[in-house]
C-alpha cells in the first residue's frame, strides 16, 4: 500500500541514515524555521554524496532536498529545494524531495507561521546548495589533479576551464564526500546568474496530487489503527458530568468509548462507526457559566472598551467610523487530524502541523518521555492559515491512544474543526481623522479592541503607511471566553482594513481621489509604487459602466508591498465581484508561480471574509458548523483574479499573509464608489451600509 | 453488516460494511483509496466527489447499500498513467495550493467535459460550483479547465 512507502520515504533517519553526525555550518543560527546547529562532517551514507542534513546526491546524479518546514500550500517544498538546487547548480527535473520529521537535535526549531519560511531560509539554503557544489568541484578537481578554481560547474555536472572534460556530479560522490567542508569563501550566485530562482516551477506535489497519491495526516493508516472522533463540549466552558455509552457500544463497529480531557472519545474499527456511535451518546454535560455569551454583547464590550480620541487639530474638520469584524474560523480544507502510536517508553506521531518540534515538546511533556522518544512525522498540510499552529489534535490522538493502548487515528468533523477553532477574533476598530482646509490629513487617531482569551494585547498593533501628524494607533481587548489565535495576516485582519477603510473616508471628507491622496501620503517608496502599478493595472480613472465601483487599497507587512484595486457592481440587490487586480513586491519572487498563487489565495480569504464568511456566537457557543453556513467563495462568486508581481533584486519578503489585509478594504471602498456608502460592519450585508 | 460488491475503479470489490455506510468512507477506510477527500461530510463542499455512472456525486452523501452495480470512478482510477487531459492541466497551470480539494475538483470538471466538452464560463462555474478551495486557486481552476478542454495541454 503505498501509504507504507510514503511513511518510510518520509523517514528521514532511516533515510539518510549517518548523516545525523553531520556537516558544521555554523551560520544556520539565523533560520526562523530552524536554528540549526549542524555538527561534524560526514563521509555521506554507502554511494550517496550527503555533506549535510539538507542535500544528498546519488550516484545518478539525483538530488534529494530534505525540506524540515511544514508545507501546508505556501509551497516550502518547492520553492526550498528551488533555493538548494540553484546554488548545487543542478537541473530541476534531477531534483526530488523529502519531508523531515520534527527533530529539534538535528534541525533546531522546525514550524511556519509569519509568512518566514522562504525568506527565513534564503541565505542559508542557498549556502547549504554552494559548499555542497565547492565540495563535487573539489572532488574533480583531486581527480583531475588541477586547481579547484579553475573548473566550473554546470546542470549537475563539473567542467574544466576549456569545457572540455565534464564529470557527472553522480560520478564524483565518493571522492566529494572525503573532501574537507568548506566554511570560509562560500561565493553565492549573483541574482542575473540565477537560473532556478525567479523562474515559475510548479509545484514538486503536483503529480501527487492530481493522482490522489498525496498523503495528509488523513491519509495516514498503520496497522493495527483504530479511529476515532470525540464529542466535544457544546459550549464553551461547559464540562463533562455523566455519559451513557449504552447506545453507542452497540452501534456496529464501535470497540470502546471512553473519557478524555477533550471529551469523551468513541473508538471504531472505521471513521463512519466512531461517527455514528457518538451520534448514539447520551451525555450530560455542565453547560457552565458562559451560556449567555453571544455576539451581540461581545459587541457591546468591545464598543464599550473604546476610549476618548486622541484631540484632533483646532478647526480642522473632522470625520469618525466604526469597523466591526466578526470570529473567523480558519476551516482548513483538511479538518484536524492526527495519528498516534503511544508506548510505555516511546510514541510515533503523523500529522500535518505548522509546528512540528512544539509538538513533539508537548506529547514528550505529557507523557514524560525524553524528547527524542517522541518521532512526529510530519505529513502534508491540507491547509494551515495560522490553524496548525496549536496541536491539540495531536494531543487528542495521544490521549486516546495511550489510554486504549492502540495506535489510533483521532479525526475532527468539520462540525468539530469548526465549533472549536482557535478563531480570529472579533474585534471592534474606532477611528477618527482631521483635514484641513486645504485637504491634508492633520489627525488620526485609531482604537481597536479585539475578544479573545489573551484579552489586551493578544493581537498586535500595526504601524500606519502614511505620513499624517500625530497619528495614534491603540490596540487594546477585552477578555472573552472564546479561544483566538493568529489568522493569516493576524492583526491586519481588523487594523489594517480599519485603516484602508477610513483612509477612503478621509480622502472624500478631504475631497481628492483615494489613490491620489494615498500616493501623497506614502512614503514608502516600494509601497507607493505597488499602488501606483495597482492602479495603472486597473484603469483607475477611466469611465466604468453605470454602477459599477472601484476600490483601492494598499498594505506592507511580514517583508513585502501590496496593493489591490477591486471592481464590483451592486444588481439586484447583489455585490457582484468582476475584477481583482493584485500587485505584490515581495523583493526576489524565488518561486513566481507560486508568489502569484499566494496572491490568488490572500485575494479569495479577502473576498469571502469581507462579503460572507463570519463566525457567530450564540449560547455560549459557535453557531455555524459547516461550509453550508460559513460561507466561502465558490467558483461562480469569483471575479477574474489578475497578479502583478513588481520585479526587485531586494531580499525576499513573505508571501503567505501580505496579499490579503488590502482585499477587504478594497471592497468596501468599491462599494462607496458604487452606492455612495459607507460599510460599518463586516462581512458586509448591503442593507447595513450607512 | 452486510457484504456489498461493487465496482470501483474498473474492479470488483467486495467489503463488509453497514448499509449506511458513506461510499466515501468504504473508499478511505475500507479500500485503502484515500485520493477522495472528507471535507464537510454533508454534501456541502465537494472534497470527495467521485464519478458514479460517469456523472459527478458527493461520495460523502451515498450510502454503499444504495450503490448496486453503479460504477464509481476515483481520482486514482481517472486515468491509468495519470495523463487525463485534466490532470496535465492541472499540473502544467500549477492549480493545487495544499493540494486537498483538488481531487474534487478535477473529478467534477471530468464529469463536465464528459458531457460538454467546450463549457461556457458560466457551465464551468455551475458544474463546479460546489467545490470549495479553501487556498482560493479558483482562477487556476478555470484557467486549467479551459486548456484542457481546448486540448491545450502538453
Ligand atoms: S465531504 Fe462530501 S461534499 Fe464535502
Ligand atoms: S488547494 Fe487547498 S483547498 Fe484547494
Known amino acids: 500500500m503505498s501509504d507504507r512507502k510514503e511513511l518510510t520515504r518520509r523517514n528521514f533517519i532511516q533515510l539518510v541514515g549517518g548523516v545525523g553526525a553531520s556537516l558544521a555550518l555554523g551560520s544556520f543560527a539565523s533560520l526562523a524555521c530552524a536554528d540549526v546547529a549542524l555538527k561534524t562532517p560526514t563521509a555521506g551514507t554507502g554511494a550517496s554524496f550527503a555533506p549535510n542534513v539538507f542535500v544528498k546526491v546519488d550516484p545518478d546524479g539525483k538530488v534529494t532536498v530534505t525540506i524540515i518546514c511544514p508545507d501546508a500550500g505556501q509551497g516550502s517544498r518547492t520553492a526550498l529545494a528551488m533555493l538548494v538546487a540553484e546554488e548545487l547548480d543542478v537541473d530541476w527535473h534531477n531534483v526530488a524531495v523529502v519531508q523531515a520529521p520534527a527533530n529539534q537535535a538535528v534541525y533546531g526549531r522546525q514550524g511556519i507561521g509569519g509568512s518566514n519560511t522562504v525568506r527565513s531560509m534564503f541565505g542559508e539554503l542557498r549556502r547549504v546548495g554552494a559548499t555542497t557544489r565547492m565540495m563535487l568541484v573539489a572532488a574533480a578537481a583531486k581527480n583531475w589533479k588541477v586547481d579547484a578554481s579553475t573548473l566550473k560547474t554546470s546542470s549537475g555536472h563539473v567542467l574544466s576551464a576549456d569545457g572540455k572534460k565534464s564529470v557527472a556530479y553522480g560520478a564524483l560522490t565518493a571522492v566529494a564526500a572525503t573532501m574537507p567542508v568548506p566554511t570560509s569563501d562560500i561565493v553565492l550566485k549573483k541574482p542575473e546568474d540565477f537560473k532556478i530562482i525567479g523562474k515559475p516551477r510548479t509545484r514538486i506535489d503536483n503529480p501527487d496530487v492530481v493522482t490522489g497519491k498525496a498523503q495528509y495526516g488523513l491519509d495516514v493508516k498503520i496497522p493495527g489503527m483504530v479511529y476515532a472522533v470525540i464529542a466535544r463540549p457544546p459550549a464553551f466552558g461547559a464540562t463533562l458530568k455523566s455519559f451513557d455509552d449504552t447506545a453507542a457500544k452497540a452501534v456496529p463497529g464501535v470497540l470502546q468509548v471512553i473519557q478524555v480531557p477533550s471529551g469523551v472519545a468513541v473508538v471504531g474499527s472505521n471513521t463512519w462507526a466512531a461517527i455514528s456511535g457518538r451520534k448514539a451518546l447520551k451525555i450530560d454535560w455542565d453547560m457552565g457559566p458562559n451560556t449567555d455569551l453571544d455576539s451581540a454583547k461581545i459587541t457591546a464590550q468591545l464598543v464599550a472598551a473604546v476610549g476618548p480620541h486622541k484631540e484632533m487639530p483646532e478647526g480642522a474638520k473632522t470625520i469618525e467610523a466604526t469597523f466591526d469584524f466578526p470570529y473567523l474560523s480558519h476551516a482548513t480544507m483538511e479538518p484536524m487530524n492526527a495519528v498516534a502510536d503511544v508506548h510505555d517508553d516511546h510514541c510515533t506521531l503523523w500529522s500535518g502541523t505548522q509546528q512540528p518540534t512544539g509538538a513533539v515538546g508537548q506529547v514528550a511533556g505529557l507523557l514524560k518521555l525524553p524528547q527524542e522518544k517522541v518521532t512526529l512525522n510530519v505529513t502534508l498540510l491540507g491547509g494551515g492559515f495560522g490553524r496548525r499552529l496549536s496541536n491539540e489534535y495531536i494531543i487528542d490522538a495521544v490521549n486516546v491512544s495511550k489510554a486504549i493502548k492502540k495506535p489510533v487515528k483521532v479525526v475532527w468533523t468539520r462540525e468539530d474543526d469548526m465549533k472549536h477553532d482557535n478563531y480570529r477574533p472579533a474585534g471592534h476598530s474606532a477611528l477618527k481623522g482631521a483635514v484641513d482646509a486645504s485637504g491634508s490629513p492633520v489627525g488620526w487617531s485609531h482604537q481597536t479592541i479585539t475578544a479573545g482569551r489573551g484579552g489586551a494585547g493578544s493581537y498586535g498593533n500595526p504601524d500606519l503607511s502614511y505620513n499624517i501628524p500625530g497619528a495614534g494607533m491603540r490596540q487594546g481587548g477585552v477578555r472573552i471566553p472564546v479561544p483566538t489565535g493568529a489568522w493569516r495576516s493576524v492583526e491586519h485582519t481588523l487594523q489594517s482594513v480599519a485603516n484602508e477603510c477610513f483612509m477612503d473616508e478621509l480622502a472624500h471628507a478631504a475631497g481628492k481621489d483615494p489613490f491620489e491622496f494615498r500616493k501623497g501620503l506614502l512614503t514608502n517608496e516600494r509601497l507607493k509604487h505597488c499602488l501606483v502599478t495597482a492602479a495603472e493595472k486597473a484603469g483607475w480613472g477611466t469611465p466604468l459602466p453605470a454602477g459599477h465601483g472601484r476600490g483601492i487599497a494598499c498594505f506592507e507587512g511580514y517583508g513585502s508591498y501590496a496593493a489591490h484595486v477591486i471592481e464590483l457592481s451592486v444588481e439586484n440587490g447583489q455585490i457582484k465581484l468582476h475584477r481583482a487586480v493584485c500587485v505584490v513586491d515581495c523583493g526576489i519572487a524565488v518561486n513566481p508561480t507560486g508568489v502569484e498563487a499566494q496572491m490568488q489565495g490572500a485575494c479569495t480569504d479577502g473576498l469571502a471574509t469581507a462579503l460572507s464568511a463570519a463566525i457567530t456566537i450564540r449560547n455560549g457557543s459557535v453557531v455555524e458548523n459547516n461550509w453550508s453556513n460559513f460561507l466561502w467563495m465558490r467558483l461562480d462568486g469569483m471575479p477574474k483574479v489578475e497578479v502583478h508581481i513588481i520585479p526587485s533584486a531586494e531580499a525576499p519578503g513573505g508571501m503567505g499573509e501580505p496579499g490579503y489585509p488590502s482585499v477587504p478594504p478594497a471592497v468596501a471602498n468599491a462599494l462607496f464608489a458604487a452606492t455612495g456608502k459607507r460599510v460599518r460592519k463586516f462581512p458586509i450585508k448591503l442593507d447595513e451600509l450607512v | ?154
Open chain 2, 1 to 154: 453488516m452486510a457484504l456489498y460488491k461493487i465496482n470501483v475503479n474498473g474492479k470488483e470489490k467486495s467489503v463488509e460494511a453497514v448499509p449506511d455506510m458513506p461510499l466515501l468512507w468504504v473508499l478511505r477506510d475500507l479500500l485503502d483509496l484515500t485520493g477522495s477527500k472528507f471535507g464537510c461530510g454533508i454534501g456541502a463542499c465537494g472534497a470527495c466527489t467521485v464519478l458514479v455512472d460517469g456523472v459527478s456525486q458527493q461520495s460523502c452523501q451515498i450510502p454503499v447499500s444504495s450503490l448496486g452495480t453503479k460504477k464509481v470512478t476515483t481520482i486514482e482510477g481517472l486515468s491509468k498513467d495519470g495523463k487525463h487531459p485534466l490532470q496535465k492541466a492541472w499540473i502544467e497551470h500549477d492549480v493545487p495550493q495544499c493540494g486537498y480539494c483538488q481531487a474534487g475538483q478535477i473529478m467534477a470538471a471530468a464529469a463536465l467535459l464528459k458531457k460538454n466538452p467546450h463549457p461556457t464560463d458560466a457551465e464551468l462555474d455551475d458544474a463546479l460550483g460546489l467545490n470549495i478551495c479553501r487556498c482560493g486557486t479558483y482562477q487556476r481552476i478555470r484557467d486549467a479547465v479551459k486548456a484542457a478542454a481546448a486540448g491545450a495541454t502538453k
